[in-house]
Structure formats: structure tokens, C-alpha cells
């Protein structure tokens, strides 16, 4: 199927256009489970970086579901093809020079794994957004669990599909106590003091 398809070398590079926006490209991944804190932090996130000058592209989990993902369920084979198709959206991104930000439970390791692999050394952070199902429970901003927990919701991660932590993010992030604020500003520190943007 593929046979007749040629890659098309382009003539400006994604060094050239990075250059251009006097920037680093990188895939900002923020993990965790649902109620996690992951599409608040992201947001403050690029608010802060955006205030620093930063081309961004914010790509949050629910609003992927309306367009480009919205033919696709929870179970596990969509759950794959939905970080998939990120996945290779978030490539083209960092091609543009772009610093992406991403809020996806991703769950499976093998897929933030893939996304990875799209990129090259550097390009990727994996951020473990820490915070403990009891906490994201009590939060339950949606009021997911508790439909989960009657069984109104099926394939729901951390209650009856699985969520596999992080073994070696780049930065390991707790939200438990402190402010979105508070938290987000730390990581911009952590992604900057580490070389990361």
C-alpha cells in the first residue's frame, strides 16, 4: 500500500525553523491518572512559557477526542491508536520547531515509549504527574470515578484498565498539597534547569 509513497526531503529543516524561533523543539508529556492535575499543569505550563516567547502547542487528552481521535473508544487497542496518532502529531510539531505540551493519561509504557522513538535524543520529557488515585478521586473533577466505580464507565484507568507508571521519566512530579501554580512554575523550573527547553 505504501509502495508508490516517497518521503519528501524538505528544503528548510527543523534545525532552520528552531533557529528561526530561537528555541529548543521538545515533547512535553505530561502522564497520570485521570484527576491528576495533568491538563491544569500543561496549561499553566504554556502560559509560562508563551510569557517567555516560546512558540507552544498545547495537546490536550479530551479536546484530541473531539477531532482527530474521536472516532476512537477507551479499550485498550483505541487507547493505543489514540496516543498513535498523537504521537505522530506531536512529531510534526516538534518538526516545526515547536515546543509541544501534551496532558494524556497514556497509559501503557510501550506507547510513550513510541513517541519517543519518533524523536531524537533530548526532544522527549516524560513527566510523571504523581499524584495518588485516592487524591485524584477526591478531586474526581468530571465525576469519572464515580461513574467508573458504579460501572456506568468501563476501561477506566486505575479502577478496572491498568495504568503503568513511569519507570525512568525525565521529571517526576507530585501534585498533591501545594497549588497548580505552584506546581506548574516547578516544573518549568525543572525542564529548564535540566536543558530541556
Known amino acids: 500500500m505504501t509502495n508508490n509513497i516517497v518521503w519528501h ?13 530561537n528555541q529548543k523543539p521538545a515533547v512535553i508529556w505530561l502522564t497520570g491518572l485521570s484527576g491528576s492535575g495533568k491538563s491544569t499543569i500543561a496549561n499553566l505550563l504554556e502560559k509560562k512559557l508563551f510569557s517567555e516567547s516560546k512558540k507552544t502547542y498545547l495537546l490536550d487528552g479530551d479536546n484530541v477526542r473531539h477531532g482527530l481521535c474521536g472516532d476512537l473508544g477507551f479499550d485498550d487497542k483505541d487507547r493505543v491508536e ?20 501534551t496532558a ?4 501503557f509504557q510501550a506507547d510513550r515509549a513510541y ?12 513527566v510523571f504527574v504523581d499524584t495518588p488515585i485516592e487524591v485524584c478521586e477526591k478531586r474526581d473533577p ?3 470515578y464515580k461513574k467508573a466505580r458504579s460501572g456506568d464507565i468501563k476501561h477506566f484507568t486505575g479502577i478496572d484498565s491498568v495504568y503503568e ?9 507530585t501534585y498533591i498539597e501545594e497549588s497548580a501554580e505552584q506546581t506548574a512554575e516547578r516544573l518549568f523550573k525543572l525542564i529548564s534547569e535540566k536543558g530541556f527547553i
Open 142 to 144: 468530571k465525576g469519572l
Open 82 to 101: 489514540n496516543i498513535r496518532r498523537i504521537s505522530e502529531v506531536a512529531k510534526l510539531f516538534v518538526d516545526s520547531g515547536s515546543i509541544v505540551i
Open 165 to 173: 507508571t513511569p519507570t525512568t521519566p525525565e521529571v517526576h512530579l
Open 9 to 21: 526531503e524538505h528544503a528548510v529543516d527543523k534545525n532552520a525553523r528552531a533557529n528561526a524561533l
Open 104 to 107: 494524556f493519561i497514556s497509559p
Open 115 to 126: 513517541c519517543r522513538s519518533l524523536l531524537d535524543a533530548g526532544e522527549f520529557v516524560e
